[in-house]
């Protein structure tokens, strides 16, 4: 089918062809829900075994091609991404709204980086060489096998090459399963590794529901590595499945990062981008959703983080004077709009915000709460939405204090002039990352991953390619000469 002009298949890609189901479920646009983009094939429990079957045929002789033979075929796909930008980020943004001139910009192309960058990665390891108990020891990685990758619907290009690319790199073959709300672009990228020519059964896609065809890849004891970002309660249920089968699994499962403003910040920094939090509609997991405030700074916060709020524009994400796109689907906007409704009840401060932008859309107004308390449901839980709260601290220990008195560590944002306080607050604050100073700064070779209930494990760099392999230590005992 047709989807902003370019062919999209709707069916599975298994073992290098394309594969249909006769269950199917519906795509639609958030940008016009009336918009049905597409009826796409619902994998179950056979095609499940199906792509995992293919996963294990291709797998010896993809781990046979060693890192240069590997990186000869991620090179390739990814100039094949750089060729197809323009289509990628239209189809994405039709399917999940996210803003077009980003997508165009930054966010599709870096895919095609991120299997340039674990190509890279994989050809330029060294391993540990070491001498010991008279012998002479070498670390080699082993690619571990078949992986299941489970992306999450925001920005699902992007996370899927974050995660495809390592474990392709790495030697393993890889079972992709989108999520059901945006899996458009993951079906692109099979059709951009057949042309670029990788052999069957290294990449396979597979569509439907998470609690059919989803459980069923993980469930599946020839599967030996898991990769999933979603939510905690769906990542107990992976996590059981893969203890069953002693797969090692990592989860990144969201965040409430913490925005701390100490009083001698640049005030200006802070408040701008505080309001950049409502990008994207707040479906951003590393957001600072908690803006923690120095007592003596709330006026002239406010006041600034205000101007810069008033001036995003709520609209259609191709508008190129958009800055903040609808909801994903009507189920997450109820969603979101639970969250403050019980806010309300609960005695919570709406500041601002709080209410849906026009009846007919999936819009929410950019909405600021100050919570009656720190235990608020509001301030505890990820509303994964343009909702951010607001509250004042005395001193530093009382900004670490709340910074760290969630259940989730993904990420923090801290503004200070004071370079000591940055070292000081920058080590206290738990958090997979904290920036200072700046924000939504990303590394490829940095770890990435949270604390608590934001996840298990690390992606990134060499910590990827590490997670999709199996060390081996080889011994030669050391010849003696008379």
């Known amino acids: 089918m047709s989807v902003a002009g370019a062919a999209v298949s709707v069916d599975h890609y298994i073992g290098g062809r394309r ?24 994998g179950d429990g056979a095609t499940a075994a199906a792509a995992v079957g293919a996963a294990c045929e291709a797998a010896e002789s993809w781990a046979a091609l060693g890192p240069s033979g590997r990186g000869v075929h991620l090179r390739r796909l990814a100039g094949a991404i750089d060729e197809t930008v323009g289509p990628l980020a239209e189809i994405e943004c039709l399917d999940m709204a996210m803003l077009l001139e980003s997508l165009q910009k930054r966010v599709i192309s870096r895919g095609a980086r991120n299997f340039r960058a674990y190509a890279d990665l994989a050809e330029a ?18 690619p571990a096998g078949p992986a299941v990758v489970i992306t999450p619907w925001n920005a699902p290009f992007m996370l899927a090459t974050w995660k495809v690319a390592p474990a392709l790199a790495a030697g393993n073959t890889v079972v992709l399963k989108p999520a059901e709300w945006s899996p458009l672009s993951a079906s692109v990228l099979a059709d951009l590794a057949h042309e670029a020519g990788l052999p069957p059964g290294v990449l396979n896609v597979v569509q439907g529901l998470g609690a059919e065809v989803g459980a069923a890849l993980v469930a599946d004891e020839r599967v030996r590595r898991i990769s999933f970002t979603g939510s905690p309660e769906t990542a107990r249920a992976i996590g059981a499945a893969a203890a069953a089968n002693i797969v090692p699994f990592t989860a990144e499962l969201g965040g409430k990062g913490p925005l701390i403003v100490f009083e001698d910040a640049d005030i200006e920094a802070a408040a701008r981008t505080a309001a ?41 994400s191709r508008d190129p004077a958009t800055t903040i796109s609808p909801l994903i689907h009507p189920d997450h906007l109820a969603r979101v709009e639970g969250f403050v409704e019980r806010a309300r009840r609960a005695g919570d401060t709406v500041l601002r915000g709080g209410r849906r932008h026009r009846p007919d859309g999936l819009w929410y107004e950019p909405t600021l709460i100050r919570p009656a308390s720190n235990d608020s449901e509001i301030v505890q839980r990820e509303v994964f939405g343009p909702v951010l709260t607001l509250q004042t601290f005395a001193d530093e220990a009382e900004a670490v204090r709340l910074a760290n008195s969630t259940r989730y560590g993904l990420s923090g944002v801290v503004f200070t002039g004071s370079q000591e306080r940055a070292e000081r607050v920058g080590r206290s604050v738990r958090a997979g990352t ?49």
């Open 125 to 142: 390891h060294s391993e540990r060489v070491w001498s010991s108990n008279g012998t002479d020891n070498r670390v080699e990685r082993m």
């Open 276 to 316: 950049e939090q409502y990008d994207d509609s707040g479906q951003v997991c590393l957001a600072g959703t908690r803006l923690l405030l120095a007592e003596g700074v709330l006026e002239e916060f406010l006041e600034r983080f205000e101007a810069h709020t008033d001036a995003h524009v709520l609209g259609d």
């Open 434 to 482: 904290v920036w200072v100073n700046c924000f939504l700064v990303r590394d490829l070779t940095a770890p990435f991953g949270g604390c608590g209930i934001s996840g298990l494990g690390r992606e990134g760099g060499d910590y990827a390619l590490d997670f999709h392999s199996d060390l081996k230590t080889v011994q030669f005992r050391q010849e003696t000469t008379a």
């Open 19 to 42: 594969v249909s189901s006769p269950e199917t479920f519906e795509v639609r646009s958030p940008l016009d829900w009336s918009t049905k983009l597409a009826d796409v094939s619902a």
